[in-house]
Every structure is written in structure tokens, then in C-alpha cells.
RNA sequence: GGGCGCGUAGCUCAGUUGGCUAGAGCGUUUGAUUCACAUUCAAAAGGUCAGAGGUUCAAGUCCUCUCGCGCCCACCA
């Protein structure tokens, strides 16, 4: 053995012992275990978190196969729709290029191509990071026969009423040209201005016999005047004494003249600016609601590209919305309809990928009906069926949940699973849902069909992801493992993932996908500071591979961070667990030198009768509760715990005690009973510890275990986990 | 506006249902060793557990308030 641990010496021959013994493969006639790993983005290479999972999920994986248990940990790519078309459209720029420049087919062709070129990086990378995963059974979220599961999951809903094309106020943008669901829009606290503009009344409105002075306007505060143009109507409070008799009554639009009524509506807040709100309901989701309710008109004066359409006029139509405010403000200043303006501070959606303010616009879109999905899975969190080993990420979760609203899930772009449906005309009222172009419409006999061109939300498929992957990965996974132990994830996508697969799985299923819920925190770097390319703080993980070892790395992402917080890894933390390696080495040599060099008989732990000292008890019942505190904290998800115990034991009981006892006894033995009980104890000591240790540093536990003499299995990967509790 | 969480040694954090002199890693200081150890060992310094009040035989741990910090959610026109 070389005097100091080379972890690049050894890992990858060690990866391959493990592969080669097909030990990733459930063994046994267990109680089944299983992981469905959270699947890494097909195109790209892993970063922090992605070692977080691996080392948690990892470790929970090994524990249990020791343990005996039928254990599975399903690995997975994923697509990652929005994600990598915004890389390759990244790509496309740099060339010059847009992906508006291909048509849809040959763009998703390219992008198809460019992430089979890159998909068995990560997966290249999850190995050097040691995970045990199962690779014969490993799934692409864009496999024919998961595509399969997920038109009937969206069949399904459809025919449960479940699912429904409406016209709503989405959250666009214009950047990308695709909608987003709620949760992709990110928030940013912006000085703006809130402008008050008056609009004339046409006519007083009915209010004979009351006292109020008969106003002959009314005032309205915004921050985007240019909407005005689309405006619908004006609404104020029903209960607002000021508005009263304005109730009903018509007002002229500024600039354009047009008519629009003053409508009464709870939403508005009488606290909030005049307490007279512009309703423009084609670009505010609020808006929206109260044209519903009042049933007034859309006009859509913003489009797609963020620049006024015709309907805005022949003024402003082509400008840009910022060009068009100004311009509008301008016109109002000067036709005298600008009461005031004042500065405003206030949050606006932005694109969470490129940062561009989003626009609210109408348009028709595929939803999900949310509420009675949320609330099965609320029911089913309730009962414990699915239970958080966080009691603060199920109050996070049932908040939501319990707020929860319909669910966009077409996305406008072109990498993703194509929602099978086809328009039998089109004003696409009429349409089937078919994976394949069908042949006739049984509704309305048409023959010829519009293909839709939207393609699902990826997380609407890798919602999905736990059922689907198990249903089509071999005969009987699902019904052996389905519902799964564990799902481990960022906390990050909670709501994004977590909580639509509980919904979906509940729902295709009728079983939850996950029996338990670990969430783990975010990777920050010794500043506290969340990494970033543009900070320049980010570490690699596969850098810290290559210098220092998997095994250290791994240590460091449990050692010191727990309830499922957010993890601060630096390299000093790194550098610490490193010596750990190189100290668990060493002590290892030495204990396997002096059990070879008893060269008068081979050394055979059955063959010892031992002799127990008072130092030998204590060491073996140091182990003993050693291995009952490291069990009971990995059933408890304590990782930080259970690798504290088995470091502390390793370091200060085996190295510092143990060790240092057995040396007197070997060297200057007093009786070879004595020495032999010594040589027993080192033995015995460091067999139960790699045991111990390997779920946390799997690679160098088991290239010692390979030179342990008299070791009963043939790789330390499918040995028996020392402690029962 | 609503919700969640955090504030414990210089730094990063543990501390299970309240129970002996509050712990770990890194860092610092002193001594020893190079006899398995790209070192290691022994020892030490360092905390009024954010602050105030309360419950209790007993509180870092439970309750209330205050201060500071972070995050999430929301139809802030």
C-alpha cells in the first residue's frame, strides 16, 4: 500500500469492480427499497447540488443494500425543455443564428442531436461521484414509452375533465416566445411611477336625488399607462362611497375617445392610489378576472414581441411598450389628462431565465385543473402517506398547496414532448387527442388536421417521472417498487417537481410515488453566497474529484449541515475530510501489516480465542454503540450525525486509542494469546468500521476492504450492515 | 400584505421528546513526535446559547414580545 491515499489511483478501478459484480442490480429476496434519482439535465455537466444528491441518496442506497434490502436506485436523464432549448438557443446566437430561423421539425432535430452528443457526461460524472445507481435500467425522460405514459396521463385527465384549452392572461415572454407557469416568473422590486390619469365622464351617471356633487371625471392610477389603450373599462369599489353614483356610468378614453363603463368590483382597493383602477384586460391577469365577471371585452394591445399592435392605434402601433409609454405620457401631458405622477416603488415579473420584464397577455392555453389534484395530495400528506422528514417543508408545502391555481402547461417551444392534439379546423374548436395524426374526428367527421404545436411543460412529464420510469423499466419493478422509500431533492423545486409528482402520481396511480420526502438545501460557498458563473465562487465537483477524491467530497457535503438547510462547502472543508481519507488509510495499513507479518500462522479471526482486555471491551463497546448511533441516525435522515459518530469513533477511539494499545501488545507481546486478542480486536475494529463508513466514503472503504484478509464477501459494497438497530 | 425559517466558540454549524461541568470541524496558542499518518499526538484558550419577560424543581431547548438576518408566497393596479 502507497504511504498516502491516492484517490486517483483507485476509483475508477473500484467503480468498475462494483459494475462489473453487478452489485447496483437489486439483490436478494429483501423487503423492496427504492430511489427514483431526481434526473440530472441530459445536456449538461453536474454541478454542487447534484453531488448533494448523489452523496444523500447514495448513502441511503448503500445503507439499505447492506442492510439486506432489495435495494434499487433508478437513474434517469431529463430533457429538460425550457432549460436546454435556452442553452442551444445560447448556442444559436453565438453563430448568428436564431432558432425562429428553423421550422419546427429541424430544430428539434438539432437540438435531439446536440444533447445526444453531450448525454453521457453527467452520466459519466454521477459514476466518478460513486453512485450506485442501477444503469440497466436507466431512462431519458424523452423515451418512446415514457412519451406513451404521459399522452395517457393527459388523455386521461382530458377525459375527467381534468384538462381544458382556455383563453387566459399568461405569463409571457418575449424574449423566449413561450408562456410560463406562475412559478417561472421571478420577481424584481423596481422605481417606477405611478401615473394618475383622468378620464371625462360621457354622461353623469344616474344619480338623481343624491347630494354628491356630480363629478364630471374620474382618475386613475397606474404604472403602465400605455395599457390604456386596450382598457375595458374602469372599476372601483362597490362599498366606495366617493363612486357611488359613478357606478354604471360611461367614460371617454383619453387619446382615443372610445367608451368605456365604470363597473363596480371587490378586488379594488379603495386604499390603493384614487381607489379607480383602468381594467385592461387583455394584459393583467387581475383585469382579466373582472372583465370575466362583468363580462367586457378583450383588446389586446401588446404582442408577442412586446411592441403595440394595431389595435393600439395608428399612433403607437410598432413601438416598443417603453416607446409607447413614453409616447403616451407625452400625449396626455399634453392634451391635459395627466392629473400627476409620482414615484412608485414597486415588484415586477421578470423572465427567471433572461431577466425581460413579462408581459400579461391573453392567449389560449392548455391547463390543468388543479384544485381536485391538490387536494388528494394534501389528504394524502395529511395521513401520512407521504411523509416530510421536515416538519418546516410540509408547512411550505401545504401552504401552496392550499393557494394553488390551474396549471399552464404548454409551453411554446419546441424541445419537449409535443401535446398530442390535432385541430380538425382552424379556429381549433374541435380537436382530438391522438399520439398519432388520426384519421377521421369522430365529433365532427373531419379528415384534415392541424397538428398543436405546443409541447408540454417539462414538469408536466417529469411529474410523472416515479411511475412512468418504473412502469416501463422491467417486469415487476412497479409493482415491487412502486410506491418508492424516498424522494430526495432540492427544496428549490418543491413546488416544480415534488408536489406535481405527489398530484400525478395520485392521480394515475392512486398511491403516492414516494413513501417519504427529503429535501436538501442549497450549495453555498464559505461566504455563505449561493454559487454563481458570475460571481466566479462556483465549485466544481467533478474538480474536486480529480484533486482530492470523491470520498472527500462526499464527507464534506454531510459533515456539519443538517435539517435539510442549505450546505457550505469550501475547500477547507474539503481539505479536512481529505486527511480523514488519508487518516482512515493509514490506519488501515498498519492494521493490515501487523496481521500479515504474524507470518508463523496465517491470520484467521475464527481460529482466535480471544482474551479480552479492559481496553478491548471498551473499544468493542465503543463500536457497538458507534454502529447503533450511526443506524439510528441514517434511519432518521441525520446524515451530519450519523457521519459525525463514525468519524469521531474512527479517528479518536480506533487511531487514538486502539491503535496506540495495540502496538505494545503486537511489538512487546506480553503472550500470544495477548497478542493474537490485539491482532482480533484491530481486525474486528476496522472490518466493522469501513462497514460503517462506506454509504459516506464508498471508494477508499472499499479498496481497503479488498485487502482485508479473511473478508467473507467479495466486495464491501454487498457486505452486512454491523448494527441490527 | 401573508407565510416559513434563522440568530449557539474567531469561522461553518450540531445539540433528538426541556434534565449531569453546552459539542464537532476548521482556525488560534503551547508542548511532544516523525516509531501507520503530504503528518500525527497531548493539552489549552475561546460561549451571560441575539435581547427582555414568562412557564417549570430544571430552558440553548416551551410561550410572549423586541431587535437583526434570510427565504417563500401574493391579482402592490
Redesign the pocket.
Known amino acids: 500500500m502507497?504511504?498516502?491515499?491516492?484517490s486517483q489511483e483507485i476509483e475508477q478501478k473500484i467503480y468498475q469492480l462494483w459494475e462489473e459484480g453487478g452489485f447496483f442490480e437489486p439483490q436478494g429476496t429483501g423487503e423492496p427499497y427504492c430511489i427514483v434519482m431526481p434526473p440530472p439535465n441530459a445536456n449538461e455537466a453536474l454541478h454542487a447540488g447534484h453531488a448533494v444528491f448523489v452523496t444523500i441518496e447514495d448513502a441511503l442506497i448503500r445503507y439499505h443494500r447492506m442492510k439486506g434490502l432489495k435495494a434499487l436506485w433508478l437513474p434517469g436523464a431529463d430533457h429538460a425543455g425550457f432549460e436546454t432549448q435556452v442553452v442551444f438557443e445560447k448556442k444559436l446566437e453565438k453563430q448568428g443564428k436564431s432558432r425562429f430561423d428553423f421550422d419546427r421539425e429541424t430544430l428539434f432535430k438539432m437540438i435531439w442531436d446536440y444533447v445526444q452528443e453531450n448525454k453521457d457526461v453527467a452520466k459519466d460524472q454521477l459514476k466518478r461521484l460513486g453512485a450506485s445507481c442501477d444503469w440497466s435500467r436507466a431512462k431519458f425522460t424523452l423515451d418512446p414509452d415514457i412519451i406513451k405514459i404521459v399522452y395517457g396521463t393527459f388523455e386521461q385527465m382530458h377525459k375527467d375533465s381534468l384538462i381544458y384549452r382556455g383563453e387566459r392572461v399568461i405569463n409571457w415572454c418575449p424574449k423566449h416566445q413561450t408562456g410560463f407557469s406562475?412559478?417561472e416568473?421571478?420577481?424584481e422590486?423596481r422605481e417606477?411611477k405611478?401615473w394618475y390619469i383622468r378620464y371625462d365622464l360621457k354622461s353623469p351617471a344616474a344619480s338623481e336625488g343624491r347630494h354628491a356633487p356630480n363629478p364630471k371625471s374620474i382618475v386613475?392610477?397606474?404604472?403602465?399607462p400605455e395599457?390604456m389603450l386596450g382598457d375595458t373599462a374602469v372599476?372601483v369599489?362597490p362599498k366606495d362611497k366617493r363612486y357611488q353614483d359613478l357606478i354604471g356610468a360611461t367614460v371617454r378614453l383619453p387619446l382615443t375617445n372610445r367608451e368605456i363603463p365604470i363597473v363596480a368590483d371587490e378586488?379594488?382597493?379603495?386604499?390603493?392610489?384614487?381607489?379607480?383602477?383602468?381594467v385592461?384586460p387583455a394584459h393583467?391577469?387581475?383585469?382579466f378576472?373582472i372583465s370575466q365577471r362583468h363580462d367586457l371585452p378583450l383588446i389586446t394591445v401588446v404582442g408577442k414581441t412586446a411592441k403595440m399592435t394595431e389595435e393600439a392605434g395608428r399612433d403607437y402601433a410598432g413601438l416598443k411598450v417603453e416607446e409607447a409609454r413614453t409616447k403616451i405620457v407625452a400625449d396626455l401631458k399634453a392634451q391635459g389628462f395627466l392629473e400627476k405622477e409620482e414615484p412608485?416603488?414597486?415588484?415586477?415579473g421578470v423572465c427567471y431565465k433572461c431577466g425581460r420584464t413579462i408581459e400579461p397577455l391573453v392567449s389560449k392555453q392548455w391547463f390543468v385543473k388543479i384544485a381536485p389534484l391538490a387536494e388528494k395530495a394534501i389528504a394524502a400528506v395529511k395521513k401520512g402517506e407521504a411523509k416530510f422528514t421536515s416538519?418546516?417543508?410540509e408547512?411550505?408545502f401545504m401552504?401552496?398547496m392550499n393557494?394553488i391555481?390551474d396549471w399552464n402547461i404548454s409551453r411554446q417551444i419546441v424541445w419537449g414532448i409535443r401535446i398530442p392534439v390535432w385541430y380538425c379546423n382552424q379556429d381549433k374548436t374541435c380537436y382530438v387527442i391522438s399520439d398519432k395524426k388520426p384519421d377521421k374526428c369522430q365529433k365532427c367527421g373531419a379528415t384534415e388536421f392541424v397538428a398543436e404545436e405546443d409541447t408540454f411543460d417539462t414538469w408536466f412529464s417529469s411529474g410523472q417521472w416515479p411511475f412512468a420510469t418504473l412502469q416501463t423499466t422491467k417486469e415487476g419493478d412497479f409493482e415491487a417498487f412502486y410506491p418508492t422509500s424516498v424522494m430526495e431533492t432540492g427544496?428549490?423545486i418543491l413546488?416544480f417537481w415534488v408536489a406535481r409528482m405527489l398530484m400525478l402520481g395520485l392521480y394515475r396511480t392512486g398511491q403516492v410515488p414516494f413513501k417519504n420526502i427529503y429535501m436538501h438545501g442549497l450549495v453555498?460557498d464559505?461566504?455563505?453566497q449561493?454559487m454563481s458563473k458570475s460571481k466566479g465562487n462556483v465549485i466544481n465537483p467533478l474538480a474536486v474529484v480529480d484533486g482530492y477524491g470523491a470520498d472527500a467530497l462526499r464527507m464534506s457535503l454531510v459533515?456539519?449541515?443538517?435539517?435539510e438547510?442549505?450546505?457550505?462547502l469550501?475547500e477547507?472543508?474539503i481539505?479536512?475530510?481529505?486527511?480523514?481519507a488519508?487518516?482512515i488509510?493509514?490506519?488501515?495499513?498498519?492494521?493490515l501489516?501487523q496481521l500479515e507479518d504474524s507470518s508463523a500462522d496465517e491470520f484467521n479471526p475464527t481460529q482466535i480465542k480471544p482474551k479480552y482486555t479492559q481496553e478491548d471491551e471498551w473499544i468493542l463497546e465503543e463500536l457497538k454503540k458507534t454502529a447503533k448511533e450511526v443506524t439510528?441516525n441514517l434511519e432518521?435522515y441525520?446524515f451530519?450525525?450519523a457521519a459525525?459518530a463514525i468519524?469521531?469513533f474512527f479517528?479518536?477511539s480506533f487511531?487514538?486509542?486502539c491503535?496506540?494499545d495495540a502496538?505494545k501488545r503486537i511489538?512487546e507481546p506480553s503472550s500470544k494469546e495477548d497478542k493474537q486478542t490485539a491482532q482480533l480486536v484491530l481486525w474486528t475494529v476496522l472490518y466493522d468500521s469501513l462497514k460503517l463508513l462506506h454509504p459516506f466514503m464508498p471508494f477508499i472503504t472499499e479498496e481497503i476492504y479488498q485487502k482485508l484478509p479473511s473478508r467473507p464477501k467479495k466486495a464491501l459494497i454487498i457486505e452486512d450492515w454491523p448494527s441490527k438497530i
Open positions: 502507497n504511504k498516502a491515499y491516492s406562475e412559478l416568473v421571478k420577481y422590486d417606477d405611478l386613475v392610477a397606474t404604472t403602465r395599457t372599476a369599489n378586488v379594488v382597493e379603495m386604499e390603493f392610489g384614487t381607489g379607480a383602477v383602468k385592461t393583467d391577469q387581475s383585469d378576472e412608485y416603488k414597486h415588484s415586477v416538519s418546516k417543508y408547512r411550505i401552504h401552496w393557494n391555481r427544496w428549490d413546488f453555498r464559505k461566504d455563505k449561493k459533515f456539519g449541515s443538517s435539517n438547510s442549505d450546505i457550505v469550501s477547507d472543508k481539505i479536512a475530510h481529505r486527511k480523514f488519508n487518516k488509510w493509514n490506519a488501515s495499513r498498519f492494521t501489516s439510528q432518521k441525520k451530519h450525525e459525525q468519524y469521531h479517528w479518536h487511531c487514538d486509542r491503535i496506540e502496538k511489538y
